[in-house]
Protein backbone atom coordinates (compact mmCIF):
# COMPACT_ATOMS: atom_id res chain seq x y z
CA UNK A 1 0.00 0.00 0.00
CA UNK A 2 2.90 2.44 0.60
CA UNK A 3 4.52 1.95 -1.69
CA UNK A 4 1.56 2.49 -4.20
CA UNK A 5 0.92 5.96 -2.72
CA UNK A 6 4.59 6.41 -3.34
CA UNK A 7 4.12 6.01 -6.59
CA UNK A 8 1.33 8.21 -7.00
CA UNK A 9 3.47 10.64 -5.31
CA UNK A 10 6.37 10.47 -7.43
CA UNK A 11 4.50 10.01 -10.37
CA UNK A 12 3.08 13.58 -9.65
CA UNK A 13 5.96 15.03 -9.32
CA UNK A 14 7.67 13.71 -12.40
CA UNK A 15 4.60 14.64 -14.77
CA UNK A 16 5.11 18.03 -13.11
CA UNK A 17 8.56 18.18 -14.02
CA UNK A 18 8.05 17.34 -17.29
CA UNK A 19 5.37 19.89 -18.07
CA UNK A 20 7.64 22.31 -16.60
CA UNK A 21 10.35 21.81 -18.65
CA UNK A 22 8.30 21.76 -22.18
CA UNK A 23 6.59 24.66 -21.01
CA UNK A 24 10.62 26.67 -20.25
CA UNK A 25 11.30 25.56 -23.52
CA UNK A 26 8.15 26.96 -24.99
CA UNK A 27 8.80 29.94 -23.41
CA UNK A 28 11.79 30.39 -24.96
CA UNK A 29 10.22 30.16 -28.69
CA UNK A 30 7.08 31.94 -27.63
CA UNK A 31 8.95 34.83 -24.36
CA UNK A 32 6.69 36.95 -22.71
CA UNK A 33 6.74 40.24 -23.36
CA UNK A 34 9.18 42.84 -21.32
CA UNK A 35 6.63 44.95 -20.53
CA UNK A 36 3.62 42.36 -19.85
CA UNK A 37 2.43 42.87 -15.95
CA UNK A 38 2.57 39.22 -14.90
CA UNK A 39 -0.22 40.28 -12.27
CA UNK A 40 -2.78 41.84 -14.43
CA UNK A 41 -5.10 39.26 -15.52
CA UNK A 42 -6.24 40.92 -18.67
CA UNK A 43 -3.03 41.47 -20.16
CA UNK A 44 -1.91 37.95 -19.92
CA UNK A 45 -5.08 36.95 -21.53
CA UNK A 46 -4.28 39.54 -24.25
CA UNK A 47 -0.64 37.85 -24.85
CA UNK A 48 -2.21 34.29 -24.60
CA UNK A 49 -4.84 35.54 -27.54
CA UNK A 50 -2.06 36.57 -29.68
CA UNK A 51 0.10 33.51 -29.48
CA UNK A 52 0.36 30.90 -32.72
CA UNK A 53 -1.21 27.80 -32.81
CA UNK A 54 2.65 26.30 -32.28
CA UNK A 55 2.60 27.56 -29.09
CA UNK A 56 -0.35 25.77 -28.22
CA UNK A 57 0.37 22.69 -30.08
CA UNK A 58 3.54 22.57 -27.49
CA UNK A 59 1.85 23.70 -24.45
CA UNK A 60 -0.82 20.77 -25.06
CA UNK A 61 2.36 18.41 -25.83
CA UNK A 62 4.07 19.02 -22.25
CA UNK A 63 0.37 18.24 -20.64
CA UNK A 64 0.67 15.13 -22.58
CA UNK A 65 3.93 14.12 -21.69
CA UNK A 66 3.47 14.96 -18.43
CA UNK A 67 0.90 12.53 -17.97
CA UNK A 68 2.05 9.99 -19.58
CA UNK A 69 5.08 10.30 -17.96
CA UNK A 70 3.28 10.68 -14.61
CA UNK A 71 1.65 7.46 -15.19
CA UNK A 72 4.12 5.17 -16.61
CA UNK A 73 6.47 6.31 -13.31
CA UNK A 74 3.64 5.34 -11.24
CA UNK A 75 3.14 2.05 -12.10
CA UNK A 76 7.16 1.52 -12.67
CA UNK A 77 7.62 2.47 -9.08
CA UNK A 78 3.87 0.43 -7.72
CA UNK A 79 5.80 -2.72 -9.98
CA UNK A 80 2.54 -4.13 -10.47
CA UNK A 81 0.01 -3.94 -13.72
CA UNK A 82 -1.96 -0.97 -11.79
CA UNK A 83 -4.02 1.40 -13.10
CA UNK A 84 -5.57 2.93 -10.26
CA UNK A 85 -2.80 5.09 -9.70
CA UNK A 86 -2.30 6.54 -12.96
CA UNK A 87 -6.06 7.05 -13.35
CA UNK A 88 -5.91 8.90 -10.03
CA UNK A 89 -2.73 11.10 -11.58
CA UNK A 90 -4.73 11.58 -14.92
CA UNK A 91 -7.48 13.60 -12.82
CA UNK A 92 -5.45 15.14 -10.54
CA UNK A 93 -3.49 16.60 -13.67
CA UNK A 94 -6.60 17.08 -15.38
CA UNK A 95 -7.34 18.98 -12.24
CA UNK A 96 -4.51 21.27 -12.59
CA UNK A 97 -5.20 21.97 -16.19
CA UNK A 98 -8.50 22.94 -15.37
CA UNK A 99 -7.73 25.53 -13.55
CA UNK A 100 -5.25 26.80 -15.41
CA UNK A 101 -8.19 27.04 -18.32
CA UNK A 102 -10.82 28.57 -15.90
CA UNK A 103 -7.77 31.42 -14.78
CA UNK A 104 -7.30 32.34 -18.23
CA UNK A 105 -8.70 31.54 -20.91
CA UNK A 106 -7.65 29.62 -23.87
CA UNK A 107 -8.97 28.75 -27.49
CA UNK A 108 -11.40 26.09 -27.67
CA UNK A 109 -9.66 23.85 -29.64
CA UNK A 110 -7.35 23.99 -27.51
CA UNK A 111 -9.64 23.86 -24.26
CA UNK A 112 -11.20 20.84 -25.37
CA UNK A 113 -8.06 18.57 -26.73
CA UNK A 114 -6.60 19.66 -23.37
CA UNK A 115 -9.16 18.71 -21.25
CA UNK A 116 -8.77 15.13 -23.24
CA UNK A 117 -5.56 14.20 -23.20
CA UNK A 118 -4.74 13.76 -19.37
CA UNK A 119 -6.09 10.32 -18.49
CA UNK A 120 -5.86 8.50 -21.51
CA UNK A 121 -1.87 9.84 -21.71
CA UNK A 122 -1.42 8.87 -17.78
CA UNK A 123 -2.95 5.28 -18.56
CA UNK A 124 -0.70 4.75 -21.57
CA UNK A 125 2.43 5.32 -19.79
CA UNK A 126 0.87 2.93 -17.13
CA UNK A 127 0.83 0.62 -19.34
CA UNK A 128 3.83 1.01 -21.02
CA UNK A 129 5.52 0.97 -18.04
CA UNK A 130 3.60 -3.09 -17.41
CA UNK A 131 6.43 -3.99 -20.21
CA UNK A 132 8.91 -3.42 -17.93
CA UNK A 133 10.68 -6.97 -17.08
CA UNK A 134 10.09 -6.05 -13.05
CA UNK A 135 5.96 -5.40 -13.83
CA UNK A 136 5.24 -8.34 -16.04
CA UNK A 137 5.02 -11.61 -13.61
CA UNK A 138 2.70 -9.13 -11.10
CA UNK A 139 -0.69 -9.69 -10.45
CA UNK A 140 -3.42 -7.53 -12.11
CA UNK A 141 -5.03 -5.85 -9.19
Known amino acids: MARRVLSVFAGLLAGFFVVAIVEALNSRLHPWPADLDKSDLEAIRLHIASLPAAAFAVVWLAHALGALVAGFVCVAISRAMW ?36 IPAALFGGALATRLPANRNEVES
Do not use: C, E, K, Q
Request: charged share 5%.
Open 83 to 118: RVGPIVLGVLLLSAGVTNLVMIPHPWAFTVADVLVY
